[in-house]
Each structure stands twice: as C-alpha cells, then as structure tokens.
C-alpha cells in the first residue's frame, strides 16, 4: 500500500506527515470516512483541485476506501506551531469564534461540531489543529464561494457564508498557532450533537 500512495505522499509529505509549502494539508490519522468522503468528493467534481482529479480519474470506490484507511493509520508527531504575525486583537476575535461561536449572528463554535479539543468527531468531521494558516484561507474561503462543497444541506458552505473576511483571517491565524496536543484524536462516534443537520454526515 506505501507504493500505492506514492503519488500522494509526493505532495502531502511521507505518512501524509502534510507538505513542506503551507498548503498541501496533512492526511495523517484523520478520520477514516472523512478522508475517504474527500476523495469522492475530488474523483466526482465537488471538490476542484485539477491535480488531485487526475490522480483519481476511474478509480473505484473500494480503492478510494483503502488509501483513506492506509492514512487514518498512520499517526506521527506534528511539528510546532509557525509563530504567528497576527495581532493579539485579531487572534482573541479568532479563540472566540472557534470555541465560542458568535450567537449574535447565530454562527456556531467551530468546536461545535470539531470537538472541544478541535480533534474532529469520529467517523467523518477531521480535526482542525496542525493544519496551516495558507490552507485554512483557502478551504474556508472555497465554502465561502462554492468551489468546495459537500452533500445537501451543506453546513459547512451555511457557517462559511456567515463569516465575513476578516473572521476568516482571525480564525486561520489562531487555529494555526496552536499547538497539537500529544493525544489528538476525533471524539467518540455520537459524542458531540450537532448544532445543524449536515447531509455530509448522514448515515454516519
């Protein structure tokens, strides 16, 4: 299987330890189903990265399930946090919004459906810590435009849409100097209620 996932590795760094450059994200012990789902979601279109599509042109579903597999399985260190450039003002607004939400504008917590240690929920919703400021801007902002998306209702895309740029901001640079915990790991399957119906995590 390592020689399969050679051409994934190339990109997302040996074990899908995550690539060198900020933007390919690591695979590395996330959820299962939830790295499987991504690879639908790239194979099928709903995800719009032309490189990844490619590599998975044709490939069945079986195949799909067994690379997601072969990463959830792998756990190793993550590195240090970068040292962050963002003003303590902007961090503190990014803390809240992850861990608290913004009722006013009926935003949930990030931590809401992540998990309070931001771990992510067993079997599908990834963990967000360890992942780097440039991806989080990009993945964000692709819910906020509709160039990544996910089964109806898409629940991601609705909380995206209510932050505005600058929340965005605030959020990436606080979740990306944070440093990851030596137990991460997604919470328990039905540990945590969602705050809204997710169509990406039906039947899960």
Known sequence: MRARVAAC???HGEQG????DG??????????????HQLQNFRDGRRQYAPMAHLLR?????????IAAYFADQHVDYPAPSRS???????????????????SRAVPACAACHGAALGGLAPAIPGLLGLPRDYLLAQIGSWRSGTRRAAEPDCMAHVARQLDPADVAAVAAWLSSQPVPSNYQPAPAGSISL??????QAGE
Not at 88 to 98: C, D, F, K
């Open 9 to 11: 590795t190339a990109c």
């Open 17 to 20: 330890r995550a690539g060198p």
């Open 23 to 36: 933007y390919y994200p690591r695979l590395a012990g996330k959820p299962r189903d939830y790295l499987y």
């Open 58 to 66: 044709n490939l069945p579903d079986e195949y799909l399930r067994d």
């Open 85 to 103: 450039d963002a003003s303590p003002a902007m961090l503190e607004r990014g803390r809240v919004l992850t861990t608290a939400g913004d009722p």
């Open 195 to 200: 705050p809204t119906t997710c169509g990406s």
